[in-house]
């Protein structure tokens, strides 16, 4: 269904003893935006403007303020509910600039696992990227894969022997490996002792071969012990949770180089602004009465502008709600540019007004729909004649004709002309 037919089809009433009727899916976010800024509106409009109707006092005024008012308030705890899990996807896959959260999210063990890409596979991606960000090529050459291959080599050496604390799972394994290898080593030296001096020894005297007990190496030592040309199927073959490693080699070697790209292109504040958004959206789902009605519709337009201004995000809402997209985000949080969109958004809100004027809610500009009120209620003469020179007045300077002044125009519409209205219908 497009945006017109929805907007055709959807219907709401305030009326004017308080109790509010509201049609819609609650599972449908067009629906709770298009009732937030309806019920926003008509919040605003009542507690701006006169009443005309007898039955709407100042006390039923309030009572229909105070209906609207909790009915925006759930509504918009709705939205949040409908955008918390958008926003909290998004930001677990996207623009994320702590490193170890990157580089899991990146090359996560249980999509490699599904896929049937493994270990082997991810570290194959993890090359073509980290070659692809340093040389900005869409097609990789052989050489340019293997200089990529040995930078990432190198780089993992050179964090294993001067910051080792960075990989600690590599190096958890490295010390393994080298544990294993000193015990082989030391138990087939000790079994050199009793042949010293011998034939088939080694060692001509004990002296020499005390001098050539092995020891327990530095673990960064191990790493070149790796066929490096395969090194991701080299950590494949091993009886070893290697994935925390895909995640250290991500995150000190490949995302550096990711973040420095990106950094330029604007992704913290990409980031800041979406973690603004989703801090607002766990606000409001909390308690949205601890905002203002003014400063929550403000808060919900930002996490809207921020979602319809967010390609990647847009893909998450469209894909969980089929009835939003982008233009229809932009229409109802008031930046739309296209024309049609507009034109819709006015049709939107002429609906509202009429909805406004038959439960006795003057519009403030509109002295046609005044006069016509005003006439159909008491059709008194001074009222009239009031309301058609008004008219009159406006009709001539939007054509030109005998225009009246910037300041004359502006008191036409201020609420005297309302007041007079209203005092030539009390009498």
């Known amino acids: 269904m497009d945006y017109k037919q929805r907007n055709d089809e959807f219907e709401s009433t305030l009326v004017i003893d308080g109790v509010q009727v509201l049609e819609i899916d609650e599972d449908s976010l067009l629906e709770n935006l298009v009732a937030l800024y309806e019920l926003v509106y008509k919040h605003g409009q009542i507690e701006d403007h006169k009443l005309s109707e007898p039955d709407m006092d100042e006390w039923s005024k309030a009572e229909t303020l105070a209906f609207a008012a909790a009915g925006i308030y759930d509504v918009a705890r709705r939205i949040a509910e409908l955008l918390e899990p958008v926003f909290s996807e998004w930001l677990s896959k996207h623009a994320i600039t702590e490193p170890r959260l990157w580089a899991e999210s990146r090359y996560n063990e249980e999509k490699a696992e599904e896929s049937g890409v493994g270990v082997a596979g991810t570290f194959t991606s993890m090359v073509d990227e980290y070659a692809r960000l340093n040389m900005g090529q869409r097609t990789l050459t052989q050489d340019a894969y293997q200089w990529a291959r040995n930078a990432i080599n190198n780089k993992i050496a050179e964090i294993l022997r001067e910051s080792p604390e960075k990989m600690p799972a590599f190096i958890e394994l490295l010390e393994s490996i080298g544990e294993d290898r000193y015990q082989f080593f030391h138990e087939e030296w000790e079994g050199e002792k009793e042949d010293i001096g011998a034939r088939q020894s080694v060692y001509d005297t004990k002296k020499e071969w005390k001098e050539n007990e092995p020891t327990r190496q530095d673990p ?35 995302f550096p180089v990711w973040y420095g790209r990106w950094k330029a292109e604007g992704i913290d504040l990409t980031r800041e602004r979406i973690v603004h958004a989703y801090t607002m959206i766990e606000s409001i789902q909390e308690d949205p009465s601890d905002f203002e009605i003014n400063e929550l519709v403000t808060e919900v337009d930002g996490i809207i502008n921020v979602a319809h201004q967010t390609g990647s995000m847009m893909d998450y809402i469209e894909e969980r709600y089929d009835d939003v997209n982008a233009n229809i985000l932009a229409v109802l949080s008031g930046v739309a540019e296209n024309k049609y969109y507009r034109e819709e958004n006015a049709k939107l809100i002429a609906a509202w007004d009429q909805e406004l004027e038959d439960i006795g809610v003057l519009p403030e500009m509109d002295v046609i729909a005044i006069g016509r009120r005003s006439m159909a209620i008491k059709a008194r003469a001074e009222a009239k004649r009031i309301l058609l020179d008004a008219w009159q007045h406006l009709a001539d300077y939007e054509q030109g004709r005998n225009p009246v002044s910037r300041r004359k125009r502006h008191n036409l519409r201020r609420p005297s002309l309302q007041q007079a209205v209203a005092d030539a219908i009390g009498r």
């Open 220 to 254: 960064s030592d191990y790493f070149f012990d790796f066929d490096t040309s395969d090194l991701g199927g080299c950590l494949e073959g091993l009886n070893w949770d290697v994935w925390p490693i895909i995640y250290e080699i991500g995150a000190n070697v490949v």
